[in-house]
């Protein structure tokens, strides 16, 4: 049987926020939690203890009642797995730290296997750089050959790893592995990943965030008598698009992408047509408003990519300023705004010069 101890009594100090950084939430999930689904999804754990601070103890018991027990721990990362120890019942044991959510079933294997066979597995990988042992600001060692850099998950046999916790006299060791070095056994590495970077500054948590995609489409009618705006850049052309707004028909696409991607419903849902606050709306507003809710959510847009069907005006000159502009609105550079514009050959309502369309996916990072 094995047992997990997900180390998240951390303050999480360097990473700046004003509260735990495991507790920070992306894409509706927690780091920690991302973390516990990272063991969990293998099938290879059989226990899971997690180890929270006292003050994120109800926190930590929200998300993970039923799924983990929920251990208080100590002031160093050593007083707290020795508190997480006490309740391992499984005869292996792996500790990871809770920041480490980019673990993947391959290490966790490799961790595993190298407990069964040599008694521990200290997961590593081969420093690319040369490391330098450092003391009052001088180099006293460089090892040049056979560096690694320690990771975890690390895994040890329960009882000795329990044993070798009740003979230490000091709490300051930097991990599990140097505490089992000095009691029991050299330790054994087994093969980690370079991705597997713990958490640490707020910029390491951008790698969190996946690129999201959206579809945007939209229509509008040609009438006489209106303006033509695409992009926010008046055209002139004898029609113009008919809508309860400016009917702005690309930026319309944009925002819809936009919002899909966050699953954020659609304009029509935020900005409805029987509220008088939109009735000829510039649309280039109602797009900061869309970028303002993708902010709220951690994203921003990266890229647009749009065709604007249409049989008349030709729009090959009104390009440029069209990207331009967008791209402004967006605060992207301009080639990250890519307009393309069609004729459907005199077909369907396009053709007929009816209305306009507009298809535009965006990503979003
Ligand atoms: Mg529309």
Do not use: W
Not at 25 to 46: C, M, P, Q, R, S
Not at 51 to 71: C, L, Q, R, T, Y
Not at 266 to 281: E, L, N, R
Not at 342 to 351: A, D, R
């Amino acid at each position: 049987m094995i047992s997990l101890i997900l180390a998240c009594a951390g303050k999480g100090e360097r990473a700046g926020m004003n509260k735990n950084k495991l507790l920070v939430t992306t894409d509706g999930l927690t780091v920690a939690e991302k973390t516990f689904l990272a063991f969990k999804n293998t099938g290879l754990i059989d226990e899971y203890i997690v180890v929270a601070s006292e003050g994120d103890f109800p926190s930590f018991n929200k998300i993970f009642n039923g799924k983990a027990e929920i251990v208080v721990g100590g002031n160093t990362r050593f007083l707290s797995v020795r508190n997480a120890l006490e309740r391992v019942t499984g005869d292996v044991v792996l500790i990871h730290d809770g920041a480490r959510p980019f673990v993947n079933e391959k290490i966790i294997k490799n961790c595993i296997e190298s407990v069964n066979e040599f008694g521990s597995g200290i997961t590593a990988v081969k420093s690319v750089d040369t490391v330098a042992v450092e003391n009052n600001g001088f180099i006293v060692d460089e090892l040049k050959k056979n560096a690694f850099t320690v990771q975890t998950p690390q895994g040890f046999k329960t009882e000795e790893i329990k044993k070798a916790f009740s003979l230490a006299t000091r709490t300051d060791y930097p991990d599990d592995a140097s505490v089992y070095a000095e009691f029991i056994a050299k330790p054994h590495l087994s093969e980690g990943d370079e991705n597997n970077v713990k958490l640490t500054f707020k910029k390491d948590f951008s790698a969190l965030k996946t690129v999201r995609v959206g579809e945007g489409f939209d229509c509008h009618r040609l009438e006489k008598g209106r303006k033509l705006i695409l992009g926010g850049v008046e055209i002139p052309h004898e029609k113009g698009l008919l809508g309860h707004s400016d009917a702005d028909v690309l930026t319309h696409a944009v925002m819809d992408a936009v919002l899909s991607a966050l699953s954020l419903r659609d304009i029509g849902y935020h900005f409805p047509d029987s509220d008088q606050k939109y009735k000829d709306a510039d649309s280039m507003l109602l797009l900061t408003e869309v970028l303002a809710m993708a902010e709220e959510k951690g994203y921003a847009v990266s890229q647009v990519s749009a065709v604007i069907m249409a049989e008349k005006p030709k729009l090959s000159e009104y390009i440029p300023q069209i990207t331009e502009n967008l791209a402004k609105t967006l605060g992207v550079p301009a080639d990250c705004v890519g307009i393309g514009a069609t004729t459907l050959e005199g077909l369907g309502l396009v053709g007929s010069e009816e209305g306009i369309c507009v298809h535009a996916p965006v990503t979003l990072t």
